[in-house]
């Protein structure tokens, strides 16, 4: 297939799956938290950090997983790539039985651990009992996830996540509205979600890859071993990220209060929403990179940097400007029974670090491709340490409580960014250390010429229901568009940039 065309398949698939899934998220949300409570559902959020922090012992060995077996699949090499997939696959069955014990533990004594009304905690301890049971399922079956990856059919992943939310949503409404209300039903209706992905990945893999088999005679030790050399620094890193992103719920549970974990885990939906179509877009160009990579072709690798930073970058400016101006009267909607105000505060907080992390988020694909993960990973730990520390500082002799939980590591994350990691991507991919502050700095101008002309806009209008937050939210956007094209374009750019869009829909694909 084309690769212009098959870039454009799996990118028109992978946000018409994101769409999806923010549908689900944006009307299933408020209907919980107005059934259960915000408190009761900030510890879904919480537990599902727990999962993040179990996670960084399996990302060792599971993150380096698609790129080994990717490059030796790609060479023809099916023996090496078979001992990646099965020593993988057998190394996190040890992995989930281990897990087994702690999770265990955490569920029993749960509300020792951390605070919990005495009334949620029986429906919590269910809650998180389901949620670990999904995270230990998923590192069973992560490996099978490499055949959409290896063979870039990322449309079939997004397909498959498409049925399996549609699921996740049909058990959430149906428990929520038929049955007593308890929060647990999240946690069942996720591992059905996970379920049906693990099966469908397997039947992928035997479809796509089918040269690719489990067999203990492929296990090696040697692999192991390898994956966990390179591995172990995204582990690292992925440790800076839980201080930096993820540690904010349990230190606002335990120094703030529940109620007000609550608040801020509601108010990090729409930045985590923002934060997942970046990863979404930029995800689309790591199996072209990859392989682009194994081939030795240096000059289509930075070909699809520059086209992911185009259209990061577009991702970024206009949700991030649209949001600014409408965040106000989108949780006032959404919400009606949280303060909009501070919630907006909490979610403009939250995105501070894409502001410039967005456009050029695919240089951490291309470091970890290249394998060059090590320094980015101890200034990951650097900074997350530094936000912890400052963050229970402030929170300790301030009273601004979530507002520095939420703020502080966007202000760090900002500063790691510009002046240590996108300067040491540069000097690893053989470019000038100040390529990429061109095109962040036109991303920051985009951004706020459209807050300017939107929020002069929003003065003269009163949104107060949900037709009219559509209505100014395509005009919002469309200028948005209009700006970053503008600014942040070339003609040749917008050439290339609509040929892609015209070939997702030039004429029906065979899958």
Request: charged share 15%.
């Amino acid at each position: 297939m084309n690769k212009n065309k098959q870039l454009a398949i799996n990118l028109t698939a992978q946000i018409v799956g994101f769409v999806v899934n923010f549908g689900i998220g944006f009307f299933l949300s408020p209907f919980i938290v107005r059934t259960v409570g915000s408190e009761a559902y900030g510890f879904v959020s919480l537990g599902n950090n727990f999962v993040t922090y179990a996670t960084l012992l399996s990302t060792a060995l599971n993150s380096m997983a698609s790129r080994f077996v990717t490059i030796h699949y790609v060479k023809d090499d099916y023996k090496n790539a078979n001992a990646y997939f099965s020593s993988v696959f057998f190394s996190n069955v040890f992995l989930a039985v281990a897990f087994t014990i702690p999770a265990t533990f955490i569920v029993l004594f749960l509300e020792k651990l951390v605070n919990i009304s005495p009334e949620l905690v029986y429906e919590v301890k269910i809650l998180w009992t389901f949620i670990f049971l999904n995270f230990l399922i998923s590192i069973v079956g992560s490996i099978f996830a490499v055949a959409t990856f290896t063979t870039n059919k990322l449309y079939l992943s997004s397909i498959r996540s498409i049925i399996a939310q549609l699921i996740r949503a049909a058990i959430l409404f149906v428990s929520f509205s038929l049955m007593p209300k308890y929060i647990w039903y999240i946690g069942v209706a996720s591992l059905a979600q996970n379920l049906y992905c693990t099966v469908t990945n397997i039947f992928y893999t035997k479809k796509l890859v089918p040269e690719l088999k489990v067999k203990r005679s492929y296990f090696d030790i040697k692999k192991i071993k390898e994956l966990l050399s390179s591995g172990v620094w995204n582990s690292i890193n992925s440790l800076g990220s839980t201080l930096l992103e993820s540690l904010d719920l349990l230190i606002a549970n335990l120094f703030v209060g529940s109620k007000e974990m609550g608040i801020l885990s509601v108010a990090k939906t729409v930045p985590s929403l923002i934060s997942s179509l970046i990863s979404t877009v930029v995800g689309i160009f790591m199996p072209t990179l990859t392989i682009n990579f194994a081939k030795d072709d240096k000059q289509s690798m930075i070909d699809d940097i520059k086209l992911s930073m185009k259209i990061t970058g577009l991702v970024t400016c206009v949700p991030i400007s649209v949001f600014i101006i409408l965040g106000d009267s989108f949780y006032s909607l959404w919400q009606p029974t949280l303060d909009s105000k501070v919630l907006q505060i909490l979610s403009v907080l939250s995105i501070s670090s894409f502001l410039v992390s967005g456009v050029v988020n695919v240089i951490f694909s291309v470091l970890t491709v290249a394998n060059k993960v090590k320094v980015p990973a101890i200034v990951q730990v650097g900074t997350g340490l530094a936000n912890t520390l400052i963050v229970l500082m402030l929170v300790n002799v301030t009273d601004l409580g979530i507002y520095v939980v939420a703020g502080v590591s966007g202000i760090l994350c900002i500063i790691k960014n510009l002046f240590i990691i996108f300067p040491y991507a540069c000097k690893c991919i053989g470019i000038k250390k100040s390529t990429f502050y061109p095109e962040i700095i036109k991303c920051l101008i985009a951004i706020v010429i459209s807050c300017f002309v939107g929020l002069f806009v929003d003065k003269f209008v009163n949104i107060d229901n949900w037709i009219n937050l559509i209505f100014f939210g395509i005009i919002y956007a469309l200028i948005g568009f209009a700006i970053y094209i503008v600014f942040c374009t070339n003609k040749s750019d917008r050439a290339y940039l609509k040929n892609i869009v015209l070939k997702a829909f030039k004429k029906k694909t065979n899958i």
